[in-house]
């Protein structure tokens, strides 16, 4: 990452003060659990019920065939999509690349920066957005890139321009789709950055693949969701249905207080834009995923963003011991949109500590 200020000191890992907690929050007793449902339950609230256009619109696509990019021979040359995130507040970089690759989840949009010859390149890395995102909320990470590096983001299944996952359950999906992404750009160790919902597609992928990465940099990962108990996942299910409106509304909002208006409004268009059963299968795989165990697996380095939001019992940072947190007091769950100055410092801080760019 190209350094814009000095280099300060690293965020405080002190207390952090916390937020009042409502009815939801003490019968699931799960604070990392609301961090995924946050932006679905925002499209819920909103959803249109006729048919997104662009879902009966075909897709103007790209192979991706290494140094460039090229028309398929099915349209006009691809765009960024029809998001206002794709033209507004999330405008990607003009030397972006943007291409679709196959996976086994599907076709995957991506979008790539590249130094203009490989014997430049001096490290990799990769970022994954969270439920009901798309790429280009990593817009200002991707414009940011030092030029020794290669920046990679990619749409999850059924998000953005990606189509929905084939398989049965989402987080493999979005792992598959991750791996595919990786393979297409010839990433050989990248550090792989994920989102909430995103990490635990990072996490499986890393799990499945020990030592292929040169390390995981999660922000507001939800927490292990295995650890909670039949009753306490039942619970949550049943307030999402009751009193989504009164609890998880009010927590989206908050979710969002740090941000722009303009990049709030863009955030919750693409929310928006997502199917409601991509919300759903993606609510419900994570009831089953178990990062805990998949970051010990792993065995590469791993850091954890964690705001007061994504904080709890089953937090990662209480279940991997050698899990490198970072506790902010400002910024919340959405740091590298609210505050991207601060997170891409952050970044270049994780880069220095695995030799990255070296």
Request: aromatic content about 4%.
């Amino acid at each position: 990452m190209t350094r814009r200020t000095r280099r300060g000191r690293r965020p405080s890992r002190g207390h952090v003060t916390k937020r009042r907690r409502g009815r939801l929050w003490r019968r699931v007793r799960f604070l990392g659990l609301l961090s995924v449902a946050l932006v679905a339950i925002g499209a819920l609230l909103g959803k249109q019920t006729e048919e997104r256009s662009r879902a009966a619109q075909p897709r103007n696509r790209r192979r991706h065939t290494g140094d460039d990019l090229r028309d398929d021979g099915d349209g006009p040359s691809a765009d960024t999509g029809s998001s206002p995130a794709a033209t507004g507040p999330f405008a990607l970089p003009d030397d972006a690349r943007v291409a679709w690759v196959p996976s086994p989840s599907g076709g995957v949009r991506l979008c790539e920066r590249r130094p203009a010859h490989d014997d430049e390149i001096r490290g990799e890395m990769i970022f994954v957005h969270g439920l009901g995102g798309r790429l280009e909320h990593w817009a200002a990470q991707l414009e940011a890139l030092g030029p020794a590096l290669v920046g990679v983001a990619l749409d999850l299944p059924g998000h953005g321009g990606s189509d929905p996952s084939q398989g049965a359950d989402a987080v493999e999906g979005a792992a598959a789709a991750l791996g595919a992404a990786i393979d297409a750009c010839a990433l050989r160790r990248p550090l792989v950055v994920a989102h909430g919902w995103g990490a635990l597609a990072a996490l499986r992928w890393a799990a499945a693949r020990p030592g292929r990465a040169r390390g995981l940099l999660l922000i507001d990962p939800p927490g292990d969701q295995s650890r909670m108990t039949a009753d306490d996942v039942d619970a949550f299910r049943q307030a999402v249905v009751d009193d989504a409106r009164g609890e998880l509304g009010l927590f989206l909002r908050q979710s969002l207080a740090d941000v722009a208006e303009t990049s709030a409004k863009a955030i919750l268009a693409d929310v928006e834009a997502t199917d409601d059963d991509v919300l759903l299968a993606a609510l419900e795989s994570s009831t089953r995923a178990t990062p805990a165990a998949d970051a010990e697996a792993a065995k590469v380095p791993l850091h954890l963003v964690t705001s007061d939001l994504g904080r709890g019992p089953h937090a990662l940072e209480k279940l991997v011991e050698e899990a490198v947190p970072w506790h902010l007091q400002t910024g919340g769950h959405w740091l590298m949109v609210a505050q991207p100055a601060r997170f891409n410092q952050l970044l270049d801080d994780v880069v220095d500590a695995l030799r990255l760019s070296r």
